[in-house]
Nanobody, 127 residues
């Protein structure tokens, strides 16, 4: 089992940047594919990005491609989401999640395929 804790959210103007962090407990962090999801008020939770266990492969939602960058540090047990050129439509609660069972070479995008979740961090982008 792994426990996840997000940080780094806040209020930023459109065009600005934020870096989210997700710290994981335990000694098996490198066994998990890690993902970021977000949920805006009144909307379903949606996929943002995912990264493979080694960090060599990444996937992004079309809405954030070219603006967001996911990375991980398996020594620090942390996954990051660098968010640049933020837009008001990026406003949401951002969650990190861990996927234990996905086969090598696959990065899942459905929230129900992830096993563990953090509590979320609010990101608000003002226009």
């Amino acid at each position: 089992q792994v426990q996840l804790a997000e940080s780094g959210g806040g209020l930023v103007q459109a065009g600005g940047s934020l870096r989210l962090s997700c710290a994981a407990s335990g000694r098996t962090f490198s066994r998990y594919v890690m993902g970021w999801f977000r949920q805006a008020p009144g909307k379903e939770r949606e996929f943002v990005s995912a990264i493979s266990r080694s960090g060599s492969t990444t996937k992004y939602a079309d809405s954030v491609k070219g603006r967001f960058t996911i990375s991980r540090d398996n020594v620090k047990n942390t996954v990051y989401l660098q968010m640049d050129s933020l837009k008001p439509e990026d406003t949401a609660v951002y969650y990190c999640a861990a996927d234990r069972l996905t086969p090598i070479g696959i990065l899942r995008t459905r929230a129900d395929e992830y096993d563990y979740w953090g509590q979320g961090t609010q990101v608000t982008v003002s226009s």
